[in-house]
């Protein structure tokens, strides 16, 4: 990762070829669901998580399977494209599996499960004879106690990916307040875990301390909630971060960067899904985060990413025996190493 000086001789060297910009490994997109790619732009921006969550179950049935195919094909040719070599893509169905089968990006499908009054488990469960795929929970307020418990309790040598504290309504919800709260009492939905008192503790009391999970979001985190987890899990946590999508969804910006920043902890980039998202650009994403240095947030964009998902042997790093793709950084500011509004990536292998 980085530019090297090189002498004068290499320029008349046979084979080498010249990029201006920056050179590092291929992208890790932590967290996507490349499954809803046909629905970008369709749900209005700033509506905040509950609206959000309400108006995607009401334009899903809006369109075609083949335009839904039809997305899922660009939104992973432009992926690959930008330099994504891995996904962690959250899957409820199978419509992304086709192209996922011959696509030269390598995806760790989640298949996800929730509902409070019908919960999907065993429909999610066929789904694990696709490669690449295992169960994970939704999030800690949309699954019920004893299937959440189950997921997260059986295959622990694969990690766990869990939408978590995406806004405050989230904890909120434990203690009969906030937005979640009130839209779970007008439909009428029943809670069977709320004695846990918050997602945190639900999360250390339901998963074995040596499972990875990767938390996606992370928006209204505490210090608390940090100490809490770290003390708890042995295995690696990596925290996921997904600012353009928060900004979408919520218009909440990254505040928890500070807090997992000074506790060292790993962060990972998402781009969340198209319909949350203009685009899956890991770059728009690093470009979010001004105040970090450059060569830091690509370790989050690529390794940690390629670690969380356990496909660090092949891929977040250029190195002899991995297969990871080289990328080229553009439009960087070469004197202070910072990206500008125009960087963008090309993918160069
Ligand atoms: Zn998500």
Redesign the pocket.
Known sequence: MGVDEYDNGLDATEGVEFYSGILCAGFVNA???IELAYLRGAIEEGGGYAAFASSIGKVRGEFSEEEQLSAIVEADRAMWAEGVDAVGD?VNGATSFAVKESSKIYYHNFAEVFGLRECNLERQRELLRYSNTSLTPHSTYSVQDAPFKEVCGSAIDKPLSI?FLESESESKLYNGEGSLHEWYKAVGFECDFLHYGSPTQRIVESVPGQRSVML??NCALAQCDIDTMVSHFTAPLYWVL?PR?NRYISGIEPQSVALLRASKLNICI?T??LSSNWSLSMVEELKQFSGVPLAEKLQWATINGAKALGIDDRFGTIEVGKHSGIVNLIGVNLDDFTLTEASRAVRIL
């Open positions: 967290h996507s669901h959250i939408h996606v979001h997904c999508s998402g969340d899904s």
